[in-house]
């Protein structure tokens, strides 16, 4: 069954960097758009960004535009979220997903990983 792994979180200080990768299985990846969202404690899982097939077009929510970059690498089968500037309120749990359709929400997206833990301190 095809399925994402995501990678790459960890424990850093407000201000700092770090990169997350999420590798797909399946040889189809680069017929689909790519997505990571974010769940923090008590919250509803949350959009972060998308790219599209070939890499372009990208978007962004407005709380992490400017300071995220998504990317792909379709040879790798591998999505990465280059995060600069962490704030604490970053803290999550991040997911990347297979995107069904263009879309922000959730519901559009399948092959979620178990996610990758972003903690960062004030």
């Known amino acids: 069954q095809e399925h994402a792994v995501e990678s790459g979180g960890g424990l850093v200080q407000a201000g700092g960097s770090l990169r997350l990768s999420c590798v797909a299985s399946?040889?189809?990846?680069?017929?689909?758009?790519m997505g990571w969202f974010r769940q923090a404690p008590g919250k509803e899982r949350e959009f972060v960004a998308r790219?599209?097939?070939?890499?372009?077009?990208?978007s962004y929510s407005s709380s992490v535009r400017g300071r995220f970059t998504i990317s792909r690498d379709n040879a790798k089968n591998t999505v990465y979220l280059q995060m600069n500037s962490l704030k604490p309120e970053d803290t999550a749990v991040y997911y990347c997903?297979?995107?069904?359709?263009?879309?922000?929400?959730?519901?559009?997206?399948?092959?979620w990983g178990q996610g990758t833990e972003v903690t960062v301190s004030s």
């Open positions: 790219i599209d097939r070939s890499g372009a077009p990208t």
């Open positions: 997903g297979r995107g069904l359709v263009w879309s922000t929400r959730d519901t559009g997206y399948d092959y």
């Open positions: 399946g040889n189809a990846f680069s017929t689909y758009a």
